[in-house]
């Protein structure tokens, strides 16, 4: 799949947030966490998220220009900032029928 195919408009970002070891979330950073979620919904970039039933984690999908941008909000996170977690980014590729599968359709 080459680049061309790819557009913007079918792209997010992937924060993979991890617990790091011998970290907990209390109620007043959770709380935080929150506020900063309802943040990004405010203002358009919240795609979902959530907490991993079966993993120390959680995952938090938004829309972004860019790679910069996906960073910026993750460390903007206060899990991220206060050392409780760390953070992965994924760029995912929506495949669906109305971009004819990423143009392979």
């Known amino acids: 799949m080459?680049?061309?195919?790819?557009?913007?408009?079918?792209t997010r970002y992937v924060i993979l947030l991890t617990l790091n070891p011998g970290?907990?979330?209390?109620?007043?950073?959770?709380?935080?966490?929150v506020r900063?979620?309802?943040?990004?919904?405010?203002?358009?970039?919240?795609?979902m998220c959530g907490p991993f039933g079966n993993?120390?984690?959680?995952?938090?999908?938004?829309?972004?220009?860019?790679?910069e941008e996906?960073?910026?909000w993750a460390e903007q996170d206060p899990f991220v900032k206060s050392g409780a977690?760390?953070?992965?980014?994924?760029?995912?590729e929506i495949s669906c029928e109305e971009n004819n599968h990423l143009g392979m359709g």
């Open 70 to 72: 996906a960073m910026q």
């Open 2 to 10: 080459g680049n061309d195919l790819i557009d913007k408009n079918y």
């Open 85 to 92: 977690e760390n953070y992965e980014i994924r760029t995912w």
């Open 55 to 67: 993993y120390k984690g959680g995952m938090v999908i938004i829309e972004a220009e860019g790679m």
């Open 23 to 33: 970290k907990t979330l209390d109620d007043p950073l959770i709380r935080e966490h």
């Open 36 to 47: 900063h979620l309802r943040k990004l919904d405010r203002l358009g970039k919240l795609v």
